[in-house]
C-alpha cells in the first residue's frame, strides 16, 4: 500500500499541481500586495481607500454598500493587475517564439489519389500524375 502511494505522489501530474498550487499562493500574495499598496491608492475616491464606513438608512434597515465597494474595487485593480502584468506579456512572449520558430509550411504532402510523399508546391503527382488543387499553407 504505502508503495502505491508513492507511486500515487511521484506521478508527474500530481506533482505539478503541487508546484501550481504553490506558486500561484505566492503570485496571489504579491498581486495583493501590488494592488493594495501601490492601485488602491491610486483610485481612491476624495483621499479615502477604504469605504468600509459608507452606508445609506431607507427607513430602519441599513444598506452598507461600502464593503461591496471595496470587494468591487479591488476585484476589479487584481483582474487589471493580472491581465496588464501577466496576460499581455505571455502573450507578446508566445507571439515572439512563434514568430522566431517562423510557421513554415510543410515541405511535403502526401498525394489524394496514390498517397505518395510529394513535394507541398506541386501542382500534379510525379508517381501517379493526378492533378493536385492549389498549393496551400496547412
Not at 499541481?17 to 506558486?23: C, H, Q
Not at 479615502?48 to 476585484?75: P, Q, V
Not at 507541398?120 to 493536385?132: G, I, W
Amino acid at each position: 500500500m504505502l508503495k502505491d502511494f508513492k507511486t500515487f505522489i511521484m506521478r508527474g501530474n500530481v506533482v505539478d499541481l503541487a508546484v501550481g498550487i504553490v506558486v500561484g499562493s505566492a503570485f496571489g500574495t504579491v498581486v495583493k500586495a501590488l494592488v493594495s499598496d501601490l492601485i488602491t491608492p491610486l483610485v481612491s475616491i476624495g483621499g479615502k481607500t477604504n469605504f468600509e464606513s459608507l452606508h445609506t438608512r431607507i427607513g430602519h434597515s441599513i444598506f452598507a454598500y461600502g464593503d461591496f465597494l471595496n470587494a468591487l474595487i479591488a476585484f476589479l485593480s487584481i483582474a487589471a493587475a493580472v491581465f496588464f502584468f501577466v496576460v499581455r506579456p505571455v502573450e507578446a512572449v508566445n507571439r515572439r517564439l512563434k514568430r522566431r520558430a517562423g510557421d513554415q509550411p510543410p515541405a511535403t504532402k502526401e498525394c489524394p489519389e496514390c498517397c505518395s510523399t510529394i513535394a507541398f508546391a506541386a501542382h500534379r503527382c510525379a508517381y501517379c500524375t493526378a492533378v493536385l488543387e492549389e498549393a496551400t499553407a496547412a
